[in-house]
């Protein structure tokens, strides 16, 4: 079955830098955008970042823009998150997901299925 | 703030039914843009619930039900169950210059 896997959080200091890791599973991988979603602690669902099928385009939220960067290898079937210049309000559990939408209009997107999701804490 | 509105909580008694609306605007529900629905059970990563404004992936009972009119949608939960207790967001795309994909603030369901 899909199965998405991410490791790589934990807590860093402010201004220090972090990668994460999604490891994808149970579909072909090098045919799919993916994306990256935070929750901070309490709070509701932020998307962050996406990213094609063959890494060509990217995209993310203005919160992020120039700080964080997203790739992916698709020969290791492997989704990462590069965090720069990490700030407080950046603490938050960062889930990967899949797109749902498998062809047509990419804003009509959703996202399926999640990873059970890795905590980033950014705390001097 | 978010830019897709959910009530912070509803609830509602076992059989019961409850629904949950979404608010957005003419940048992004308004617009036409499809509306999906997530379950987030406490400690656990979001499930698809609702894609496409109504459809229900394989394996979602079809007391979930969703609707879309305007610039609002709706998550309908009939015969409510104590498992249902859970927090539930709406997600669609917005058109604006800082948009791209956007969630409601959460919705937190109780079974009373």
């Known amino acids: 079955q899909v199965q998405l896997v991410e490791s790589g959080g934990g807590v860093v200091q402010p201004g220090r830098s972090l990668r994460l890791s999604c490891a994808a599973s149970?579909?072909?991988?090098?045919?799919?955008?993916m994306h990256w979603v935070r929750q901070a602690p309490g709070k509701g669902l932020e998307w962050v970042t996406v990213?094609?099928?063959?890494?060509?385009?990217?995209y993310y939220a203005d919160s992020v823009k120039g700080r964080f960067t997203i790739s992916r290898d698709n020969s290791k079937n492997t989704l990462y998150l590069q965090m720069n210049s990490l700030r407080a309000e950046d603490t938050a559990v960062y889930y990967c997901?899949?797109?749902?939408?498998?062809?047509?209009?990419?804003?009509?997107?959703?996202?399926?299925?999640w990873g059970q999701g890795t905590l980033v804490t950014v705390s001097s | 703030q978010s830019v897709l509105t959910q009530p912070p909580s509803v609830s509602g008694a076992p059989g019961q039914r409850v629904t949950i609306s979404c608010t957005g605007s003419n940048s992004n529900i308004g617009a036409g843009y499809d509306v999906h629905w997530y379950q987030q059970l406490p400690g656990t990563a979001p499930k698809l619930l609702i894609y496409g404004n109504f459809n229900r992936p394989s394996g979602v009972p079809d007391r979930f039900s969703g609707s879309k009119s305007g610039t609002s949608a709706s998550l309908a939960i009939t015969g409510l169950q104590a498992e249902d207790e859970a927090d539930y967001y709406c997600?669609?795309?917005?058109?604006?210059?800082?948009?791209?994909?956007?969630f409601g603030g959460g919705t937190k369901l109780t079974v009373l």
């Open positions: 997901a899949k797109d749902g939408l498998t062809d047509g209009d990419p804003r009509r997107n959703w996202f399926d299925p």
């Open positions: 149970g579909f072909t991988f090098s045919s799919c955008g």
């Open positions: 997600q669609s795309y917005d058109s604006s210059l800082s948009g791209f994909y956007v």
């Open positions: 990213i094609s099928y063959d890494g060509s385009n990217t």
